[in-house]
């Protein structure tokens, strides 16, 4: 199992600013990725975070607004730039730990980051 | 087209009472698994319980379980003897063989009434 801590855990930023979202899991796994979560809506894909290599991105999602690095393999980070009210979501990292698409004890998630921007 | 389909967006339960909460979904690999997470309002996700395509008998964890009827392609979880901790919204999800990412449902807000 993998047990992940996210800092912070809550925040209120201004228009125009940038957050930087940091992901800690307590060993290495084999994939990291970063979830955002609209008000009332389903969990939505933001990235795939490749250690060591620029992250995969899901369709409607670009770097430039969703800079995300990982250096290793159990830390990650997301940064939300030039902020506007519509990324007010929570956003929730995750990893994967297996090697094979269907175990369920290999998906874990992080407790969330609520992001609200005014 | 949606993988994953919760059609119910809220459901009621008095305390105690069982409450079945509806998925059904779409995939044309033989080979996937199903899950099920809670969140609470304070936003993380609790992995549930998991069921796998090729398994024989429905999955238990303790007062949830999981109604699979692979011919229909529904996935029901079941929550016996209601708790007011239950309330929370429900996530049904999808993973197909030899892929990392699963597909997830709207979601089930639930509600438990005392």
């Known amino acids: 199992s993998a047990v992940i801590s996210q800092k912070p855990s809550r925040d209120i930023c201004q228009r125009g600013t940038s957050l930087t979202i940091q992901c800690q899991v307590d060993s290495q796994v084999t994939m990291m990725f970063w979830y955002r979560q609209q008000p009332g809506q389903s969990l939505t894909l933001i990235a795939t975070?490749?250690?060591?290599?620029?992250?995969?991105?899901e369709s409607g999602f670009v770097i430039d607004k969703f800079p995300i690095s990982r250096p290793n393999l159990t830390f990650s980070t997301l940064t939300v730039s030039n902020m506007s009210p519509e990324d007010s979501s929570i956003y929730l990292c995750s990893a994967f730990t297996g090697t094979s698409g269907t175990s369920y004890n290999e998906q874990f998630f992080g407790p969330g980051t609520r992001l609200t921007v005014l | 087209a949606q993988k994953i389909t919760q059609t119910q967006p809220g459901m009621f339960v008095q305390e105690k009472e069982a409450v079945t909460l509806d998925c059904t979904y779409d995939?044309?690999?033989?080979?996937?698994?199903l899950f099920w997470y809670k969140q609470p309002s304070s936003g993380e996700m609790i992995f549930l319980i998991y069921?796998?395509?090729?398994?024989?008998q429905n999955a238990t964890e303790g007062r949830y379980s999981l109604n699979f009827q692979k011919a229909r392609k529904s996935a029901n979880l079941v929550i016996s003897a209601s708790q007011l901790g239950d309330s929370a919204m429900y996530f049904c999800?999808?993973?197909?063989?030899?892929?990392?990412?699963?597909?997830f449902g709207r979601g089930t807000s639930l509600i438990v009434h005392p």
């Open positions: 975070a490749n250690q060591g290599s620029e992250a995969t991105y």
């Open positions: 999800a999808m993973r197909e063989v030899g892929s990392y990412i699963p597909t």
């Open positions: 995939t044309s690999d033989p080979s996937y698994g």
């Open positions: 069921q796998g395509s090729y398994d024989q």
